[in-house]
């Protein structure tokens, strides 16, 4: 390929911004699908996604049919590709975002052509996802993204919001009209599937996307109160705040929605119209009742990078809500369904403490203190743990260093490469698939497997070696590479489909490289003979036998064809029993 002609004016200040993270955090990948990553991050940017998030939404090779980037948002909460949606709440918002991405001024008609044919395949409720046919023509990971779509809009009832956000990124100065003129048909290709969608294309050029570009998410937000607040060392406060400022401060207006990186800190997930929510509702909605309403409720605690006292109210920067979802979800629906904000004088507790990264152990002291109460122990709650701090001093220290995110984007947030990040739920799938042996349980419901403490104990344990936790990271890490490498395949199905059955892979190569052939091995064993494999062991020639055989057992599965079908234990038992019969009669 020609080298680029070094470009002018805004263009050009757009590739430099380009030129500089390609650098600094992916320099090994070709510029072009960097430029989709890079986009897709920038415009979802104030959805806060980690770089395995962005990753996952980002095709195989080019059997995309026009999408380089599609991302599923259910109630404001990110879907990512292999999961299993796990919808607690009714469903009041399901956006699609489809980005198409030209590191190039050249727009051609057939942008919108492609993305045209895509809906009319992937949105007519006639067709088979995951048959041969549509496999053959679409990026498995899309593929399962439209399907967990489908799955959700079929149990959507009256009042849900649909959109489907198309946006077009691009270098050229202006867009052909004839390609505007287009918009028409992509609007009627998802309509003629989806009646009641709103269908938005806008196209991003040089100018517009420095601007976001150099758009910083809103870090500070106002919290009004309405009595005298309680501050000793204007570093911890206490006070009472109108239930209506309370929802406006929990709520996005431009997105309509509550704001769900808030809570990413919480010790649970909402959990619905249970026994408790019902009541905290039922309290909001009996406004005659002669009480307020912090009588009643234990109120919320929140824990901020920096918080300063202005007029009547508290200007707080990156609050994290880390005690009190149940409450705030409560109000916000309540709110959101016909509550009178204007009417209701009513009150809600609100402790704020300041503690910023640099009191990291303070402030996992302040959030694993205020949910003490409940039994249940989610992913993020358990990254207080000492085993996840250990893990991430031992991770920067082994060579070559990984970083270790205990907190969501911390070292994205501070450049690190994508290669070298991992975060706590990929090594969770790693260590699951290859010792666990359960790669169809890493692959669905991995929020909700982990939630179980027993479970939980299986995949962190502090009697495994932080050697273990760090090879596992770095199977992980070199297959995901491997993977997209021409090394593994130029052909974009089989990259498609590798991606699509990464986990089962790990559990072959387990197999492979320690030799153990146990149907139920013990977990400490497996995990002591996984730390002593050396570096070197870990090859190429090793992640593409893995790889071609379990596509194989795939690929001649009677499940194919279905929407669950890499998720199905009769697939894990054929992979394991293929992999340990190819073991007992090979050394590697």
């Known amino acids: 390929m020609s080298a680029r002609k070094p470009s002018t004016g805004v263009r050009g200040l757009l590739e430099s911004f380009v030129e500089e993270e390609h650098k600094q955090r992916d320099p090994r990948s070709p510029i072009n699908d960097f430029f989709e990553f890079f986009i897709a991050g920038q415009l979802l940017k104030d959805h806060g996604l980690n770089d395995t998030e962005i990753s996952s939404g980002l095709p195989s090779g080019g059997r995309d049919g026009g999408i380089d980037g599609l991302y599923l948002f259910v109630n404001g909460e990110f879907i990512q590709s292999g999961s299993e949606p796990d919808i607690r709440r009714p469903v009041s918002e399901i956006r699609l975002y489809i980005f198409q991405c030209k590191y190039t001024d050249r727009l051609p008609e057939e942008i919108i052509n492609k993305l045209v044919i895509s809906m009319r395949d992937l949105l007519n409720f006639e067709n088979q996802l995951q048959s041969e046919e549509i496999l053959e023509r679409y990026d498995a990971a899309f593929v399962d993204t439209f399907q967990n779509f489908r799955d959700i809009y079929k149990l959507s009832r009256t009042g849900v919001q649909i959109h489907f956000s198309f946006a077009i990124a691009h270098l050229a100065n202006e867009v052909p009209i004839e390609l505007s003129n287009k918009k028409g048909q992509l609007v009627d290709a998802v309509k003629d599937h989806i009646f009641d969608a709103e269908v938005h294309l806008e196209f991003w050029g040089p100018q517009r996307l420095v601007q976001q570009v150099r758009h910083v998410p809103k870090q500070e937000f106002l919290l009004k109160y309405s009595r005298d607040v309680i501050s000793y060392d204007e570093v911890g406060f206490a006070c009472l705040v109108n239930l209506s400022h309370f929802y406006s401060f929990i709520h996005d207006e431009e997105a309509n929605s509550i704001r769900e990186n808030m809570f990413e800190a ?14 905290i509702s039922q309290t909001l909605k009996n406004t005659s009742l002669n009480a307020d309403f912090w009588w009643l409720n234990n109120g919320v605690t929140i824990v901020a990078d920096r918080i300063t006292r202005r007029g009547e109210g508290l200007y707080i920067e990156n609050p994290e809500i880390v005690n009190g979802l149940q409450t705030s979800y409560t109000i916000h629906e309540h709110f959101s369904n016909g509550g009178s904000l204007s009417d209701d004088s009513r009150h809600i507790l609100v402790r704020i403490i300041q503690l910023d990264q640099t009191h990291e152990y303070l402030r996992d002291h302040v959030i694993r203190a205020t949910n003490s109460q409940t039994p249940i122990s989610p992913l993020l709650l358990h990254a207080t743990e000492t085993i996840h701090h250990d893990m991430e001093d031992y991770f920067k220290r082994s060579s070559p260093p990984l970083y270790y995110e205990r907190r969501k984007s911390y070292y994205k947030n501070r450049g690190k490469k994508i290669a070298d990040i991992v975060d706590m739920q990929t090594l969770a799938q790693a260590v699951i698939s290859i010792i666990l042996q359960k ?10 497997f982990l939630k179980n403490n027993e479970n939980y104990s299986l995949v962190f344990n502090s009697s495994y070696d932080p050697e273990f936790y760090y090879k596992c990271a770095s ?18 199905k089989r990259r498609s489909l590798a991606r699509y059955v990464l986990n089962h892979i790990m559990s072959d190569m ?3 490289l320690t030799g153990i052939l146990s149907d139920s091995p013990d977990p400490l064993m497996f995990a002591n003979n996984i730390a002593r494999i050396p570096h070197y062991r870990i090859t190429n ?3 593409l036998n893995s790889a071609e055989r379990v596509m194989g057992i795939y690929l001649d599965s009677p499940h194919l064809g279905t ?3 890499a998720k199905t234990k009769e697939l894990v038992d054929d992979v394991l029993k293929a992999a340990r019969d190819h073991r007992r009669s090979n050394v590697i």
Request: aromatic fraction near 6%; hydrophobic fraction near 35%.
């Open 563 to 565: 929407p669950n079908a």
């Open 439 to 448: 790669p169809n349980e890493a692959r669905a419901q991995i929020r909700s």
């Open 510 to 512: 387990a197999i492979m």
């Open 475 to 492: 199977i992980r890490k070199k297959l995901e590479a491997f993977l997209k490498s021409d090394d593994f395949s130029q052909d974009s």
């Open 266 to 279: 919480n010790v649970r997930d909402y959990q619905g119209a249970n026994p408790i929510n019902a009541e």
């Open 541 to 543: 020639e090793v992640m």
